[in-house]
């Protein structure tokens, strides 16, 4: 589906959710990329631009678990790092599915859902899937907003093989 679709589908009069999505193919088996993309702690490998992430409260891959990842996810005018506490509301294993909402922040889309989903391409590939629904952001224009977040999602699915790689290298 295209954006310019997406964002008419996303939009009724402003009282809905606009909605984006992302993928890409990782040149990966899909347990090796769910190995980096579901810990927590491995976040920071495939997301550059976060710093730390901290568990909060909860297990890890149990649904209400509790993370506060920090770094420069989004630009802040005062140059200041950015944050998002995250719940995690859904995570299945033989899926290989999550989702997370982010609880509340310092970059005003709290509420927002984040949905992951890996599929075996074949041939030892993996399709990641990302898609996301946030509330709209007044003073600001939905098409920025789901382009914005597009290209951070895209440009993180776009460093999950070279995690992998980096991982592999470190373990031989």
């Known amino acids: 589906m295209e954006k310019k679709e997406e964002l008419e589908m996303g939009n009724d009069g402003g009282n809905s959710k ?8 990782v040149d990966a088996p899909i347990n090796k990329v769910w190995n980096i993309v579901s810990r927590t702690s491995r976040l920071h490998e495939w997301m550059p631009m976060v710093e730390k992430c901290t568990n909060l409260a909860g297990d890890e891959g149990v649904a209400g678990y509790v993370r506060l990842v920090s770094g420069f996810m989004f630009p802040l005018k ?10 995690l509301l859904h995570l299945d294993l033989s899926s290989h599915t999550y989702v997370y909402r982010m609880e509340s922040s310092n970059i005003g889309l709290d509420g927002s859902l984040n949905s992951l989903k890996l599929i075996d391409y074949g041939d030892g590939s993996t399709l990641v899937d990302w898609t996301f629904e946030v509330n709209p952001v007044e003073g600001v224009c939905e098409e920025y907003i789901v382009d914005y977040l597009g290209y951070v999602y895209k440009s993180c699915i776009n460093r999950i093989e070279g995690a992998i790689k980096s991982s592999s290298t470190n373990f031989v």
């Not at 909605?19 to 890409?24: F, I, L, M, T």
């Open 18 to 25: 606009w909605h984006g999505s992302v993928g890409g193919i």
């Open 78 to 87: 005062d140059g200041d790092r950015s944050w998002i506490k995250e719940r």
